[in-house]
């Protein structure tokens, strides 16, 4: 695998030699080379922690390098600060937009660089210097200068972050997973937009670990693996299969496990369900759902739909407004998280360091984190930490953490090591449904694979399982049916084998697949099942 | 700008529906002790109230530019405590009782603050110290050594009569009615508290420090990745409060003229209130402003009930302020602060 | 699983655990001999610049709080009121709750304390068993007072958001001025020529059993041993307890196991204010007999901010705290007569102190360049 050969003449936008980072033990890169040619899309493969982000970081001065030169259009660099790298040319827009909600757009846009009048910020100047931006390359932003950034939805505020960049003079942009937030149609757009962005010129590099994406958008592809430069491909010339083996470093199947259990009777089932979100207002806008017995059930959709609501009501951490939550046909509505958790219905946290974890405590701590009612745990209010201990180490045992050791706290473990723990507690409630929030976001592949095949035991040994993701192939890999959520509603379900990509996309964007008449092909493929109530 | 956001105009709403209650509960007490209404609203109560309001209204100024920034200086008592000891040992000290002596206390207040608050904020910012206890601690500090201060120099806790601000006159316009005593006659620290208040609003809203600020406080990686130094920012706004504070607190000495180290000194909890002033006010200098002068007026009440005979313990009219905190913050309490109060910023290395 | 398998890792493991629990206990009491060092070393050059000579002052300190028996059952006294004050305050911040009204909860408590024990009295038998009885209405009634005049900022925070640090403040100013209203007014009795109540009545005392102090008694600072221990096995050992400090570390994290977190914050402050109430109880039936302006009562609730951070907020820990603190205090009294430095200057290091608690970072980066302690970590 070699790059292209570049024109010799002409120096290449970025050029980093032999860069090498490590935080205390950790090496994030080790030793490497990259170059980016003048306008071009440049991706960066490679999973999640394969040190794609902090190479980056490096390039616009976030982080000093312990090694290695920057070269940028053949002058060698060092950059202290982002100010640096800015100055040098170089924008970055990140995965979490740095960007401050209750400021407007034209704030936003100028902070930093704000021209000024007689002390005063002028804000007619900003303007006009913002309009010729987004007229040179067809962006919309100009239409929400006023408005504040937190009332935008997640692509105008992607947007908001490049024209911030371009605003600053950047030739040069780096744009970290740019996908992750936005709905498929959406990326569509973006990817639109990087074409005119590098027709004008400009050279980006576009971090990435979808591959369909970094085919469809790069002109040369770039691999990392554990923070080493496996090899550099052009677009062109290579194919998803390839790339993945180079991401993993061995050959990957994408097939999906054979499903053998047939559904049994409900075991949760929710009606009519209202339910309102942190800010007031309703983001659960009358939902039906059935999980039965031997049956995992997915959720799509893009993030911010609801589906937190939805699970959080489920889970009876969050109350009802209307509707009926059941569970083996009893009404449990009003019934708080310490009864449902005693009853059998167990769950998965979106956010591990916050809400699964005590980051403080060791594992021992952890493992009663739930527990504080559960005999033999505890007996008439007395906690025998003895028996907490045991069930922390086999956990630990069972759930291969690392290191194995009980004894550590919480936040030194890495991403998918706390979370097979958390999934080890979890069932180790015995539960009869499992209710699991993007149980693989941000963790290793070994991990994925494993919490993966544990939820699908779970499902053979006859538990109800509900997974909320945003990761199709999660879904699909995982799910007897998948519903996906749109604005508080489910507004289809489908076989996970019976839709594309495109069509959960369609459906995830809010676009009903039903009626249209331009799709004959999508309405064959949907198909209903009996006892789902997804579209009304 | 959106200063007109729907929350802020239910602020305002609410706020005029406060002061109308208090109005009514004035109106209420009149009717029961059989007390004309207008012998309690009088220029002297307005006059009184501008003047018990500007120390509060100047601390939470200064203390809502510091959460604005990001960091919560809990310290405002203490620092008001220091502006007040400050003020009245350079008066004693160098034994003058010209305005112009008074001026100089009030100069060397503030320096003797920022001097403090330097310190606090390299603790707070440099070392990460738990903001809520240094806060504390510069509080129980005032409480310690204002008093420690005041024996030294007066061999008690309470200095003897000081000099203190006169108001200026202005001849013929004081004498229209009304308008008139309330304007131009007036203490000019209450001039000097409404030009700042108003100066901090357009720096705030109006100006890149201000956006600067604002960005420091909800997204600080924004603003560093942006190429301003943050922890530049924060230790501007903190040194901001903490003269601000002790300003606050050299005004009230020279509006008093005496210093009283008893108890909670003669600070008395106004720099709490001050906090509370900026969270009803929504973190906008001029609604900061507003709530103080809701509970200056709620102060001056009590001396307005003695005047006209009504026979309610000084003691427990004097707590008016205090309940009133409390009631705010019960409606109030839901304020949405600065996304990043209170967490230390590092950029990497 | 057989038990030779697991014997020996798990004897590893405990070793482990023990090691770094050990790292973190030396460093915080290193920190808080740093604290304190620091903060008198500072008061010492105070002394020097206020033109007084900081060595006898230092000796003075040692002298006031250890030097006779007197002053050392002083100690003691201080010392008793500090644990439960100390403990009050630890139990509210161990749960992430800020209550700042300890000094507040301890008045109400002491006032409640009082007026019930004076108005059982024309009731009950003179006599032992009228005074033992008494005696613990009074404590009863004060922890209730206490715990009630707590849960009040408790529900304002958890259920309108409220923040509890300005609340509790205001309700010490409210509590000091209606107590201190009432105490001149209508609780005054005709012949008082000082502002106070009526005496409590013979009987209504602890025992004196080891010291013959008026004001302090053994088994006052048995109490309060008994509730540290109590307050300790709860934290450690109860799931109640499991609950309120995992609220305190991680809100969410407690949420997400089942905890009321509105319900945590109010049982929270309320404990706390009912071991607040208690100080109240013990200062009225111990040390005065009586109940006077409580601005004129010494600043317990505060100092005990003090006492529970330089404990790291742990209940065991407020014990020797409390020792130091109880000399400091102790100390105090015996300067106001016999030395010309200003009193209040215990007050002012006590604030240094919490200021350099707040800062461990300051402390860390001190042992890494003077190399103390710099293998650790």
């Known amino acids: ?536 | 700008m959106s200063l007109a956001t729907d929350s802020s105009q239910r602020r305002l709403q609410l706020g005029g529906l406060a002061l109308i209650a208090v109005v009514a509960f004035a109106a209420v007490v009149t009717i029961w002790f059989d007390v004309a209404l207008e012998r309690i609203l009088t220029v002297g109560f307005v006059n009184r109230t501008l003047m018990l309001a500007s120390p509060i209204a100047l601390a939470a100024v200064g203390g809502l530019y510091a959460e604005k920034s990001g960091v919560f200086n809990i310290g405002l008592e203490g620092f008001m405590i220091f502006g007040a000891i400050t003020a009245a040992a350079t008066l004693s000290l160098v034994g003058g009782t010209t305005q112009l002596h008074v001026w100089l206390a009030i100069v060397v207040a503030i320096g003797v603050s920022l001097a403090l608050t330097a310190g606090y904020a390299v603790l707070l910012i440099r070392y990460k110290a738990d903001q809520i206890v240094a806060g504390l601690a510069v509080w129980f500090m005032g409480l310690g050594f204002a008093p420690f201060l005041a024996s030294l120099l007066w061999g008690t806790v309470r200095s003897p009569g000081l000099a203190s601000m006169n108001r200026y006159s202005i001849p013929y316009l004081a004498e229209v009615p009304v308008v008139g005593p309330i304007l131009f006659r007036q203490s000019p620290l209450v001039l000097v508290t409404i030009v700042l208040v108003v100066a901090a609003w357009v720096v705030l809203y109006r100006t890149r420090y201000g956006y600067w600020i604002q960005a420091a406080g909800e997204n600080p990686t924004a603003l560093d990745t942006a190429g301003v130094d943050v922890n530049r920012v924060r230790y501007a706004t903190v040194l901001f409060s903490g003269a601000m504070a002790g300003l606050g607190g050299a005004v009230l000495l020279a509006h008093a003229g005496t210093f009283i180290g008893t108890g909670d000194t003669m600070v008395d909890g106004r720099g709490w209130i001050a906090i509370v002033a900026y969270l009803f006010g929504n973190y906008n200098p001029l609604g900061a402003a507003l709530a103080a002068l809701l509970f200056g007026g709620l102060e001056g009440l009590q001396v307005q009930f003695q005047t006209v005979d009504i026979a309610v313990s000084g003691r427990l009219m004097g707590l008016l302020p205090y309940v009133g905190v409390i009631v705010v913050l019960t409606i109030w309490g839901k304020t949405r602060m600065p996304a990043s109060v209170g967490e230390p910023y590092e950029s990497e290395d | 699983m057989s038990d030779s398998d697991t014997n020996r890792p798990r004897a590893t493991l405990d070793k482990i655990a023990d090691r770094l629990l050990d790292a973190t206990l030396y460093e915080r009491i290193g920190i808080a001999i740093g604290s304190t060092g620091l903060a008198l070393l500072i008061g010492l050059v105070v002394v020097a610049a206020a033109g007084h000579n900081p060595l006898l002052f230092a000796q003075q300190l040692v002298v006031g709080s250890f030097g006779s028996t007197g002053a050392f059952t002083r100690t003691l006294r201080f010392t008793t009121l500090f644990i439960l004050a100390g403990v009050a305050v630890a139990i509210a911040f161990r749960a992430g709750v800020f209550n700042i009204g300890v000094q507040g909860q301890l008045i109400v408590g002491g006032i409640a304390c009082v007026l019930s024990i004076i108005w059982l009295a024309p009731f009950v038998p003179a006599g032992a068993v009228g005074g033992v009885g008494l005696t613990l209405v009074g404590l009863l009634a004060a922890v209730v007072a206490g715990g009630l005049y707590a849960a009040l900022p408790g529900v304002l925070k958890a259920y309108y958001g409220a923040n509890e640090i300005i609340t509790t403040i205001m309700l010490n100013f409210i509590a000091i001025g209606i107590v201190g209203w009432a105490v001149d007014g209508p609780l005054r009795p005709d012949d008082a020529r000082s502002v106070r109540t009526e005496y409590l009545p013979e009987g209504v005392a602890f025992p004196q059993l080891v010291f013959s102090d008026p004001n302090f008694s053994i088994v006052g600072l048995a109490l309060a041993l008994a509730v540290v221990g109590v307050v300790a096995v709860g934290m450690a050992r109860t799931s109640f307890g499991y609950d309120m400090v995992t609220s305190g570390y991680q809100t969410s994290a407690a949420r997400f196991a089942g905890v009321d977190p509105q319900r945590t914050i109010v049982a929270t402050m309320t404990l706390s204010g009912m071991v607040a109430g208690l100080v109240g109880a013990v200062f009225a039936i111990m040390v005065q007999g009586y109940f006077i302006d409580p601005s004129g009562i010494g600043t317990y609730g505060f100092d005990a901010i003090a006492v529970s951070l330089l404990a790291a907020n742990n209940p065991v820990g407020v014990v020797p705290a409390s020792l130091l603190f109880g000399a400091l205090e102790s100390s105090g009294s015996h300067v106001q007569i016999h030395s010309d430095v200003p009193v209040q200057l215990i007050d002012g290091i006590v604030g240094v102190v919490v200021l350099f608690v707040a800062a461990p970072e300051l402390f860390r980066m001190i042992a890494k360049r003077t190399g103390l302690g710099g293998d650790r970590r």
């Open chain 1, 1 to 536: 695998m070699v790059a292209t050969d570049p024109p010799a003449d002409d120096p290449p936008a970025v050029r980093l030699e032999g860069i090498t980072k490590t935080f205390g033990d950790v090496v994030a890169n080790d030793d490497v080379d990259f170059r980016l040619e003048h306008g071009t899309i440049h991706a960066l493969l490679g999973e999640n922690g394969s040190g794609k982000t902090t190479l980056m970081s490096v390039l616009y001065g976030l982080y000093d390098q312990d090694e290695g030169t920057i070269y940028v259009d053949g002058e060698p660099r060092t950059f202290e600060s982002p100010q640096d790298a800015m100055d040098a040319g170089i924008g970055m827009i990140h995965q979490h937009f740095q960007l401050v909600e209750p400021m407007t757009v034209l704030q936003n846009v100028v902070l930093g660089h704000e021209p000024t009048d007689g002390g005063l910020v002028d804000e007619r100047a900003a303007r006009e210097e913002i309009e010729s931006i987004c007229s040179r390359y067809g962006f919309d932003v100009d239409r929400h200068l006023e408005t504040p950034v937190e009332e935008l939805d997640l692509g105008t505020r992607q947007r908001v972050e490049i024209v911030k960049s371009l605003y600053r003079g950047a030739e040069i942009l780096i744009l970290d997973e740019p996908t992750a937030v936005l709905t498929p149609q959406e990326v569509e757009g973006l990817l639109d937009l990087l074409d005119d962005l590098r027709a004008a010129g400009h050279s980006l590099i576009f971090i990435s670990h979808k591959l369909d994406e970094v085919l469809a958008a790069a002109d040369r592809i770039t691999v990392l693996r554990d923070g080493e430069a496996i090899g550099t491909v052009p677009a062109a010339e290579t194919t998803e299969q390839e790339l993945a083996e180079m991401m993993v470093g061995r050959e990957v199947s994408f097939d999906r496990l054979a499903r053998t259990a047939t559904p049994g009777e409900p075991v949760l089932e929710a009606e009519e369900l209202r339910v309102t979100g942190n800010r007031g207002r309703e983001q659960v806008r009358g939902v039906d759902l059935t999980v039965r017995e031997h049956e995992i059930l997915g959720i799509a959709g893009v993030q911010g739909n609801g589906q937190t609501e939805l699970i959080e009501a489920l889970t009876g951490h969050r109350r009802v407004e209307e509707g009926t939550v059941r569970f083996h046909g009893d009404e449990i509505t009003e019934t708080g998280r310490r009864w449902r958790l005693e009853a059998g219905i167990a769950y998965i946290p979106e956010d591990r360091h916050t809400e699964g974890l005590v980051q403080a405590y060791d594992l021992v701590k952890n493992a009663l984190l739930g527990n504080q009612t559960v005999p033999p745990y505890v007996a008439d209010g007395w906690i025998d930490w003895a028996r907490v201990t045991d069930h922390a180490e086999e956990i630990v045992e069972e759930f291969d953490v690392q290191p194995p050791n009980p004894a550590v706290d919480a936040a030194s473990l890495s991403g998918g090591n706390q979370q097979k723990f958390i999934v080890g507690r979890e069932i180790g409630h015995e539960p009869d449904v499992m209710l699991a929030s993007h149980p693989t976001r941000g963790v290793d592949v070994g991990s994925l694979e494993f919490i993966h095949n544990r939820l699908i035991e779970l499902r053979d040994e006859g538990l109800a399982v509900v997974v909320v993701s945003s990761k199709l192939d999660e879904l699909r890999a995982l799910s007897d049916r998948i519903a996906v959520m749109y604005e508080g509603e489910f507004i289809d379900e489908v076989a996970p084998e019976a839709v594309t990509d495109a069509e959960l996309g369609l459906l995830m964007a809010g676009q009903r697949l039903e009626g249209e008449p331009s799709e004959p092909e999508a309405e064959a493929t949907v198909d209903r099942q009996p006892g789902g109530d997804g579209d009304r």
